[in-house]
């Protein structure tokens, strides 16, 4: 959904960008100890309790497994493509078979696929030449994964073809739940518990939807000289992906004022996700792209967006 974003952030997000792996262990020895309790502690949970999924993003596939075990779970989108991809994990209501969501999916609009699946969440949008995590509880089931971020005309990309079925079967070893060093509410309509400053480096927040609507939480990292304040008008300010007014908008000439870099792929009321970060210092802001069931704005207008920053 962050595609929301004008044309301009888009085409620009192509632009080479540092990739998040070699920002790890950025000056984060000295600020870790003023957190030492956090810190060292979730670090050593994530590293050695967690199975691993990865997936692969390109222009418009996912590459992914076909099977994995139930249980907790790290999930990583890597994305190599060049437009912003989540990972969304669509679980098929009882009796519904994977031919039955692809038909779905294919001849009917976003809303008819909640009618015979609910979304669990996943990794949240990156950016081309970013990564994104989450630890996600999952249950034996089938799933599609997909990803609706919309492209400049306004096509969410897996009616392009980025979605990909994903059974998970059932096991004895489920793991624990992961310590969270902060607790985000998604509610209707704002970031609950959302961290102010934080250290760099690792962390988990637990991220939870308590509101009546679907909601995620794109983390944005602002570039530098680009403030929150320009970054929130600007998005206010910009058309709707597929409107005329976002196909009339010039072709991007400068470097993105902001880029996904991590979070929470959009999720159904009720759900959580442990979003893993390793976050290096600068200002951030964390956004909904999801439009409201009742006005249709997007959740950001109404309020689901804030700063926080990395020192
Ligand atoms: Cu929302």
């Known amino acids: 959904m962050s595609n929301y974003k004008n044309a301009a952030q ?3 997000s192509s632009v080479h960008l540092t990739r998040r792996t070699a920002l790890k262990g950025f000056g984060v020895a000295g600020l870790a100890m003023l957190f030492a309790t956090q810190g060292v502690s979730l670090a050593k949970t994530r590293k050695d309790q967690y199975r691993k999924l990865a ?3 390109v222009n418009y596939r996912f590459r992914l497994p076909a099977s994995v075990p139930a249980g907790y779970t790290e999930v990583t989108l890597d994305n190599k493509g060049t ?3 989540h990972a969304m994990f669509m679980r098929l209501h009882k009796g519904i078979t994977v031919a039955n969501f692809m038909d779905v999916a294919k001849n009917k609009d976003l809303g008819a696929l909640f009618a015979i699946s609910s979304s669990i969440g996943g990794p949240g949008s990156a950016d081309g030449g970013h990564e994104s995590s989450v630890i996600l509880d999952l ?3 089938h799933y599609v994964v997909i990803c609706v971020v919309p492209d400049a005309a306004g096509m969410p990309h897996y009616k392009m073809g980025m979605l990909a079925p994903l059974t998970v079967t059932a096991t004895s070893r489920m793991g624990k739940a992961p310590v969270a060093d902060a607790t985000v ?4 309509f704002g970031y ?3 961290p102010k400053t934080i250290p760099a480096g690792k962390h988990v927040w637990k991220v939870v939807d308590t509101g009546k609507q679907l909601h995620e939480m794109v983390v944005h990292r602002l570039s530098p000289g680009v403030s929150y304040e320009q970054a929130k008008a600007m998005l206010l300010a910009s058309p709707p992906p597929g409107s005329p007014a976002a196909a009339a908008a010039p072709a991007p000439t400068t ?3 902001f880029v996904d870099v991590a979070g929470v792929a959009p999720m159904s009321p009720g759900e959580a996700n442990w979003a893993v970060f390793d976050f290096k210092p600068g200002r951030y802001f964390v956004a909904c792209f999801i439009p409201d069931i009742h006005s249709g704005k997007p959740h950001f207008d109404l309020g ?5 920053t990395v020192v």
């Open 10 to 12: 888009h085409a620009a």
């Open 55 to 57: 997936i692969a993003a």
């Open 83 to 85: 437009e912003a991809h």
């Open 139 to 141: 249950k034996a089931g």
């Open 185 to 188: 509410d998604m509610v209707d």
């Open 192 to 194: 609950n518990g959302l």
């Open 255 to 257: 470097l993105p004022p």
């Open 304 to 308: 689901m967006i804030m700063p926080f």
